[in-house]
């Protein structure tokens, strides 16, 4: 009877409707309304909380002061011309082209020196770094005094190229090169080295 009597109660407290409350005017959820409406509504959400947490991470970039900027560059003074060099004084027209003829020379056996040099032949290096010497101390003798340097070939590059002849005719003799000599087309004058081929 006890068990009957729990379980009415139980059932009375269920089963019994329940008071209807005020509504009050509220919006409505995501969800109610149109499809469509509820799926914008969602996007439009999405694309703010993206909108906003971008924004957050980048600030926003300095404004341009234009006019300052045109004015900043016209104020840029342009290089000053380089004044050109006075004119190398020939003994006569024979000298100018005796002396024009030592460049490709030169800079044949230049470009071959520092070919080999890259390429690890220290014995072929040794050999054009011996040429390229004995035509410019010859180019020094039989021309105008800054011919060489006005046509790029500095005391700097004639240093580095004794160096490479040194380094070169060491390695070229500890790897068992013939050390011979080596005849220099400039002025037939033989030098230690790799025998010309």
Known sequence: ??????????????????????????????????????????????????????????????????????????????PAPKEPLPPLEWKDESQRQHCESYLPLLRESFAKARFYSVQGDACRTSEFSQVFLNQARQCRSDCPEEFLERNG?????????DLLLELGTKRCMDIGGSGGLVKSPANGEAKAGKPAE
Do not use: C
Not at 48 to 66: E, F, M, N, V
Not at 153 to 161: F, S
């Open 153 to 161: 070939y500095t005391p700097r590059i004639e240093r580095n190229l």
């Open 1 to 78: 009877m006890k068990r009957f009597a729990i379980w009415m109660v139980f059932m009375m407290m269920f089963s019994a409707s329940p008071v209807p409350a005020e509504q009050e005017p509220t919006q409505q959820p995501i969800g109610a309304g149109k499809p469509e409406e509820a799926g914008r509504r969602v996007e439009d959400m999405e694309e703010t909380r993206y909108l906003k947490a971008w924004q957050a991470r980048t600030p926003p970039p300095p404004p341009l002061d234009r006019p300052w900027i045109i004015k900043l560059w016209q104020e840029e003074k342009p």
